[in-house]
Every structure is written in C-alpha cells, then in structure tokens.
C-alpha cells in the first residue's frame, strides 16, 4: 500500500514537470528530465561528497600519472607510482560511494518512471497489439471468458493456453481515447494513461505487486475481480528516437544527455568529481 | 569405448548376413558400421564445408534446383 | 494515423534540429526529374495484348508520347546480367557477370555470380571461441563504373529503390536500397522453414528451405527451433538457433506464438505480421538482428508453420544493404518491416509444395502491396534528380503461373482456371504504378518505364550435359551418379565440354581446368563443331529447332574475357530451356523431358526471343534501343557536361 502511495506520488510529481511539455514531441520531455537528473545528481553528489577529500586525491592521482609519464625509463619507480595510483583509485571509488548509494535510489525510480514513459510505442492503430492474461488458478471455461473494453477493438480468436492458466487475443486502439480492457470483469488501461506526451504506457497489469509497480510504473494496477485474471502483459513495441542520424533507446538519450549534463553542471558550478 | 544397442529385425539380419560377404566385409558388424559410417559422412557437413556453403548461398534461387 | 500524431507534428523535434547539417546547399544545375520504373520481366507482347485489351489505360497513355518499344536486353537474357548491362552501359566482358551461376576454373566449383563473402583476416581463438580482429566483407562482383556517377559528380540527386545487382549497394553519393542478389541472413537467396508434424510433409531436399519435425508432447505445444545465421565467432560456425513455443487451441483453430519475449495470436490461414529476432554470436556482446514472418497453413489435423526465410531487419541490418545505411532504417521506422530479400516472391515454397497456388499468391500479393507502399512513400518525397524503382513481381509471378497463358504447358490441363486472371491481375497493377508516376509529372518530369527481358513459355527441358554425353563431347564412367550434382558421374579426362549454369557451355581446357583434356589450340574448332551440332538438335516430340542460336564468347565479347566466362551462351529456343537437373552438373538419362515444375516460365532463352520494353514519356530518336544505352540516355536527359560512357543516347537525334 505504501509503495503504491509514493508510486502515485512519484508519477504526479513528474507528471506536474512534464506539464509544458505535453504538447511537444516526447524528446523534449525526455531531455529536460536528463537535465534535471543530471543537474539533481551533481548537487547530491555535492552535498554527500566530501569535497575537499576529493580534490586532494585527484591532485595526488594527477601527480602519480604525471610520476609515471616522467620515470618512463625507470621500470622500478613506474611499478611504484602505478601501485599508488591503485591504491589512490581505490580510495576514489570508496569517496563516492555514499553519493552514489543516496544517489541509487531516486536514480532507479527516475529511471523506471522514463522507461514508463519513453520505453515503449502506445500501440499503433494500424497494427494489433497481443494482450496475454493470466489466472490465478485455471482458466474459466471457453464460454465464459468475456473480453470487452473501451477504446479498443477486439480482434478474434481468443487462444485459451490451459497449461499456463492464460488466454490471449489481439485488440485494435481505437483513435484519440484513453483505452480500457475488462477481461470477466477485471480491468485494466491499457497503453497510455493519458493523451499528452510523456504519459505512462503501461505493458500490462499485476493485482498483487506494489513493490513491483513502485519500479516499474509500466505495470498498471487493475480492478480485480475474483473471476478475473490476475495479471496480464501487452506486446508494445520499443520506441526509438532519431538523433543525429542515429536511432536511440530512451536509456541512451537518459544516459548520454544526463551525464553531459551533469559534468557541465560540475563545471559550472565547481564540483569535484 | 561406448555401446549402442540396435534392434533390427529377423528379416533384416537375415538379409545382412547374406550380403555382407558378397560386398567384402569380414563380419555383419562390419558391414554395418561401415555403411553408417559411410551415411554419416554424407551428412556431415563440416566434413565437406565449402561445398555445403556454396549450395547454401545459391538455395532459394528459383532458377536452379 | 497514429494516436496523438497531430501532438508530435505540432512542433519541430530536436532530433531534427540536432541531426540539421550546416553548409551550402548544393549548386542546382537542372530542377528536371526523371521516374524510372524497372519492371522485371515485363513483357512487349503481353502488354500490348494487355492494353488492347483496354486493362492497361495508363501503359497506353504513355505509349502514346514514345511508342511501345521493344528493349534490346543481355546475352544471356538473365536479370543479373540484364541489370547490370543497364547498370554500367557494358556488356559481360566489362561487368563481368556472364550468368546467375559462375564457376571456379580449376575445380569447377559453381558460386553465385553476383557477390562473395570475404572472411575476417586474422581471428584469435580462445576454447571455441573464435574472435575476429577484422570484420568479414561481403563483395560485390559486378565491376564497371555506374551511369549515375556522373550524375551525382554534378550535383543532381539520385535515388535508386530495390537496385537489382547492386548488392552491397555502391557507396557512392547516390541513395540506393539493394534489390535482386541481395541474400537472406541465412546467406542463401532465401531459405523459408517449414514447422509440421504430418510426417507426408517430411522431405530431406533443402532446395529453398527446410522441413523441420516438430511434435505436440500432450501439453498442446510445439516447440520450434529457428535457425539463424552462422556463428563465425564459435569454432565450425555451427548455426545460430532461437526457439519459438507454439502453443494451439485446436478448439478456436488458432495458435499463439511466442518468442523472445513476444507473443503473437494467428488463425489458421493467417500471417504474422514482422517479428524481429536476435540471434546471439556471444550472450549480450554480439547479436544480429533478423526480421521474419509465419504463417499458419493448417493447426489441425496436422500443424503446418511456415516461417519465411529469415530477412535481413532493414531496421537494424547485419548486412549493408543500403547507402547511406541509415535509409532501410528511416525506410522501416516509417513502414515498418519489409522484404529485404532479393528475390522475395516465395517460389521454391510453391515449387515444393509447402504452398498451394492460392497461398503462393497470396504471399506474391503481400509483397507487391510492400512494393507498393514503399513505392508511394518514395515517389511523395522525390523532389528532383534521378527516381528509379524497381518491381520484380511481374517476373516471379510470370515464372510460377505462365503455364496458365500457354495451352501447351504440361502443367495447363492440371491448373485450377481460378488463376488464369493472376497475371492480368499483375499487369493491371503495374499500370496503377505506371498511373501513380504519371500523376506526379509536372513539366519537368520524365516518366520512363523499362524492363531487363520479356518472357516466353518453359515447357520443354533439354538436358545439355546428357546431350554432351551422347554426342560423345563428355564421358560418363559412374552410370550410378548421374543423377547426383556437380559431374558426380563425370569422367574428365575424356570430356571435351560441359555445362553449367543456366546458359553457359565451357570447355574442359587443358591448363584452366584442373583436368582440362582439350588443348588450347583445338578450342575454337571444337566451338565452332559444338555450335553446328546444337543447333541442329531438334525434339523428337515436335521435330521444333531447340537451340536458336549457340554463340561462341569470344566472338559476341571480343574483349579480354576473365577465366570464369563460358566459351559459348545457348540461346534456347522458346518453349525450351536448360533442364534443372544440368544446371548444376547432373546427367539425367533423357536428353528433352517436359517440365513439371510451376516454375513455368522464362527468359534464359536467345535473347532475340524475349526482348525487353521501353515507354517513355521522351520519344525515342534511335532505332532498336538497347539496354547498354539507358543509362547514357538518362544522363542526358540532365544538362551535365559529360554523360556515361557505354552506350548511345537514344533521346538525342543521333545517338550521341
């Protein structure tokens, strides 16, 4: 129940900042969260860090690479100079832990709030999307699986697979509204939670899970029923975005354009890292 | 050495035992391991690599068989 | 459209913005367009016959500027050869494709003609692993030089979409998407799998694909391993292999199929749609990428899968097959998977039985309508330059159903009537195409539409190596093997000639074959006695002349031909062709039998027999135009100052 709480949360806060821009081709959106968790990164990196320490100890790691470059000729003072920038690299890496530990947690939720946004197509209306559902215990009899919704079109043949309690099917979207499945009356959204860019697309639904949906905000919480599925999963498509000639991951444009961001912030605002 | 078993027939041993002194072999089993051996050989395709890549590249051209 | 797609085209992306190039636009010499369509197979006399039917208003409208034309093609009359006459502006002896199948000279191995895979230089070996330092290049074999250099060497944009021949495409400044030559990731010219448990489906002929044994173990579920691509990173290249859970509800006669992580619903006598499929060289380092689709033939009784040959994903690709390589990709965001495949048209699946006449067409059809929406989203985007797309079901279609135009096929009396409108149906089709681009013309715009050959009926098979045998030119030692490929039953030391490929008679020389028994010097008379025999053979069944024409190379290519070139190209007569079974070295035990297979039609004959066609919109000012000369001619509908060298300009008065 808490998890579901600070999910909800969590998807309002960045809901609010993506607000202006919903309007926008989603890259917009995904760039300005990159900035942001770039820029937040730095700062908590500022904040945990003990910064002094740090630029001591890159001060002597620039020097013991300097040391190495200058005694080139003399094995002996190199394998002592190398050891001691191990030693030094070492001791980086156990400086930036703590940041990085404060810094994992807000990372992996921001990063499955985008993955919920940015990962995956909402379904085209040109093409089916498959959804599978399971049942707790046995799939209901053929007669009496009832597949209807809103916004969505269900195209024939329902596959009942016994042996792993699932029944399949395709559905069409129907255009320009929030779609909705109720499969023996448990019902889920499915696709996009909303009609502006950057709503969460979810993949399929789990009744039992918090702890799952507080990470992964992709996995819709249904309205059970107990003749119902209890969890369902949809064949959405990856999405990619054209950057410089290239074809990029949502993960790709985070990574590359937060960390650009981050190490301009460091600059700017003076960080060692 | 590892053992397989096989079970043939009674017509079949029957068949072997005629023919196997006819095509030069010294014993049934001889004659049988050689013509797996020989069955083996054609359908190993490491053994004759190039020539299988050759067929493959050329497999799917409707003009040719 | 897509949900939400007026939101997105509501502001400029970023990715446009970062991805703008600064610099001068290019100096714009002519603003003229010129729409080529290359339409494989199409034939003079059928279309005629087919616009006088009044099916083809388009084709006669533009017959109406420039005549219907017929279009010198190669010699032989092969596509390869054909495209890359049109190509270069020069025939074999300058590109050096002489037929679909050449062979090593010293060891008679045949390969095919068009490209070559080149393996990695150096490579480290570690257990089984095998790590290249240098990636393996694939390598096309045509040479010469393409006539559109000289276009894009002036500035004017060249777009070239299912190229035949070009595969790996050129890496010019032209955009070019590779056609005909281009393989499967296989490395085959396409290889479908076909999932069953009806043991009469079994066979062990790998001809075109694969039957693969799969079993239901009770649970309602078949579990089907695809094999992919080699593995050249595993020591004996063992194939790839993912596996696809195909689980049944008899009772709703559909299946669901799952692999990698995606599930699919089908009803029996549906397609998937593409399903994209890695296949890993080593666990989450190195994959590549393969696009394929099923579809579902039968779920009861028996389970009958068939799985295209596995395509290489125009959206990812593991080989090149575009320039730049980011066009099959822009290609695919915007249609979504498509048949990258040379030859897409399924007609070994047909040939084997694996498809029945309706499916095959269907599956024909789904490649024309990919034809097609590539075709409308390319000529919406051309602005100016050189737009030249190719079609090849008009020639795929016309092989597999030309046995319901032609009475005198075998295979005539046995072909459902339902089909016979199929071909009119394609033609009819092409002149939408033909429609579309002439739509599109403004005053600048050239319409011109050509083929590589006509097409003429197969319907007898002449068997040129049991006719060498029988003439005493080549000598059979092992009676046993003459049904086996590749000379099995072949005595070289007493054989003068043999043949191989589709049009190619060699002679076994001396110092070029590894046990050439003709001395160099007693070649050309040994030619010149060859020619006179094999035009004399006649069919006993008809008393009809089976080769028009036997010509000696050297004489039609008086160039330095390579060492792979045939000594002589038969040109068959109509109705007849090389059997299949010589192809590729057999000597069946007569010489002419009549052909059973669909594959029904052809143009392997005498060039003279299936010439090509030409509409323009420009008329033409030469007589017998050539396709050595297109390329040249479209050059010079641009104002560039010096036009490719092969060929003439039949546009210009004079040929010039």
Known sequence: ?273 | MHKLKLKLDNETIERIRKVYEVGGYSSPEEFVIHIIERELEALDSGSNESEEDIRRKMEGLGYIE | MKRREFLRLAALSPAALLALKTGCARSQISAKRVIVLGIDGLDPFLLRSFIHEGVMPNAARLMNYGGLNKLGTSNPPQSPVAWSNFITGFGPDVHGIFDFIHRKPTTIEPYLSTSRVVGPGRIISISDWRLPLSGAKVELLRKGEPFWNKLTDEGIPVKLVKLPVDFPPDKGKAIILSGLGTPDMRGSQGSFTFFTDDARSMSNSTSGGIVVAVRDYGDNCYRCVIKGPENSMRAGNPDMEIEAEVRVDRVANAVRIDIQGTSHVLSAGEWSPWIRMRFDAIPNISSVSAIGRFYVKEITPNLKLYLTPLNIDPLDPALPISTPASYSSDLARNLGGFYTQGFPEDTKALSRGVFSDEEYLQQAWIVLQERLDLFHHELSRFRDGLFFFYFSSLDLNLHMFYRVLDPNSPLYPTTSPRFKGAIRELYIQIDSVIGNALEARDANTEVIVLSDHGFAPFNRSFNLNTWLASEGYATITSPNARNQDMFAAIDWSSTAAYGLGLNSLFINIAGREENGSVAPEQVHDLLLRLKRDLESVTDPASGRRVIDNAYITSEIYPGPLPAYAPDMIIGYARCFRSSWETTLGSFPEEVITDNLDPWSGTHCIDPAAVPGVLLSTVPPGVANPNLMDMGRSLAGLFDIPVLPPGGRNIFSENGS
């Open chain 1, 1 to 273: 129940m808490i998890f579901d709480i600070i999910g909800s949360a969590l998807t309002w806060v960045l809901d609010t900042i993506l607000l202006p821009f919903r309007c926008l081709p989603p890259i917009w959106g995904l760039l300005f969260i990159s900035l942001l968790t770039g820029l937040g990164m730095i700062s908590i990196f500022r904040l945990t860090s003990n910064q002094e320490k740090i630029s001591r100890l890159r001060k002597r790691m620039l020097g013991e690479v300097f040391g190495i470059l200058l005694h080139v000729s003399s094995p002996k003072t190199v394998i002592g100079f190398a050891g001691r920038l191990i030693g030094s690299n070492t001791l980086y890496l156990l400086y930036i832990l703590k940041p990085l530990l404060v810094i994992a947690i807000p990372f992996m939720l921001i990063w499955g709030q985008l993955d919920a946004r940015y990962g995956s197509d909402e379904g085209d209306q040109n093409a089916y999307v498959t959804i599978t559902v399971r049942y707790e215990d046995s799939v209901p009899k053929r007669d009496d699986i009832t597949v209807s919704g809103r916004g969505i079109e269900v195209i024939p043949p329902v596959v009942m697979v016994d042996t792993l309690s699932q029944v399949s099917f395709r559905i069409a979207f129907e255009d320009g509204i929030i779609s909705s499945l109720n499969v023996n009356g448990t019902a889920s959204i499915v696709g996009s939670t909303g009609l502006w860019n950057g709503a969460i697309v979810l993949r399929g639904f789990d009744g039992s899970n918090s702890l799952k949906r507080l990470f992964c905000p992709w996995v819709g919480r249904p309205v059970l029923t107990d003749a119902g599925p209890v969890s369902g999963w949809y064949s959405l498509h990856a999405v990619r975005y054209g950057i410089l000639g290239g074809h990029w991951s949502w993960l790709a444009v985070f990574l590359v354009f937060s960390s650009v961001f981050a190490i301009a912030g460091a600059k700017i605002f003076n960080v060692k890292i």
